[in-house]
């Protein structure tokens, strides 16, 4: 049974900084991709990046591209969202999510997904 359990929301000021992070179980991670996504009130929920496990290539969004960084511990199951320069537009429910295989950018491609967890940066 696979699991993904998110944790590191919170409040924030704009300009701030918070690490997200997502426990997975039950992968076979050399075939996963793992990825974040966002939905803020009254929107689709939207890509934000993604990390192919077994290549560690990262993909982003155009929108955190050099506030955002994604990373993973192998030995830990984990993957973490350092979210920089934070602003009050990535205020959202954050997702973690995963697949088997390449990395896409459509929710719909995702199998996999997390309780979400809250994040809100005040202007």
């Known amino acids: 049974q696979v699991q993904l359990v998110e944790s590191g929301g919170g409040l924030v000021q704009a300009g701030g900084s918070l690490r997200l992070s997502c426990g997975a179980s039950g992968l076979t991670f050399s075939s996963v991709t793992m990825a974040w996504f966002r939905q803020a009130p009254g929107k689709e929920r939207e890509f934000v990046v993604a990390i192919r496990w077994w290549s560690d290539s990262t993909y982003y969004a155009n929108s955190v591209k050099g506030r955002f960084t994604i990373s993973r511990d192998n030995a830990k199951n984990t993957v973490y969202l350092q979210m920089n320069s934070l602003k009050s537009e990535d205020t959202a429910v954050y997702y973690c999510?995963?697949?088997?295989?390449?990395?896409?950018?459509?929710?719909?491609?995702?199998?996999?997904w997390g309780q979400g967890t809250q994040v809100t940066v005040s202007s």
């Open positions: 999510a995963a697949r088997r295989g390449v990395v896409e950018s459509g929710w719909a491609k995702y199998d996999y």
